[in-house]
C-alpha cells in the first residue's frame, strides 16, 4: 500500500465525519458563513466585496459537496 492510500484510509474515519455533520448542519454552516462574511465586509469597508462573496460561495459548494459524499457511500473527492 503506498502513501496516498495509506493516508485516505486514516482519513476516512474523519471524512465520513465531516460528511455527516455536513448532511446534518449545513443550514446552520451556511449561516454562519454568510455572517462571517457580512462581518468582514464591514471591517473592510467593501473593499473585498467581491473576493468575500467568492470564498463564501466556494465553501458553501465544498459544504454542499461534503454533504452529498454523506449518501453515495463515500466517494472518493475529485482531484
Not at 31 to 36: I, P, R, T, V, Y
Not at 61 to 67: E, F, K, L, N, Q
Given at each position: ?6 493516508l485516505?484510509?486514516?482519513?476516512a ?5 465531516v460528511s455527516d ?6 443550514d446552520r ?9 457580512r462581518a ?5 469597508n467593501g ?5 468575500i462573496d ?9 459544504i454542499?459537496?461534503?454533504?452529498q459524499q454523506?449518501?453515495?457511500?463515500g466517494?472518493t473527492?475529485?482531484?
Amino acid at each position: 500500500m503506498g502513501f496516498r492510500e495509506s493516508l485516505r484510509a486514516r482519513l476516512a474515519p474523519a471524512r465520513d465525519k465531516v460528511s455527516d455533520l455536513a448532511s446534518q448542519h449545513g443550514d446552520r454552516i451556511g449561516q454562519g458563513l454568510d455572517k462571517a462574511a457580512r462581518a468582514v465586509d464591514e471591517r473592510t469597508n467593501g473593499k473585498y466585496s467581491e473576493r468575500i462573496d467568492a470564498g463564501r460561495g466556494k465553501a458553501k459548494d465544498a459544504i454542499d459537496r461534503m454533504s452529498q459524499q454523506d449518501g453515495d457511500g463515500g466517494g472518493t473527492p475529485g482531484a
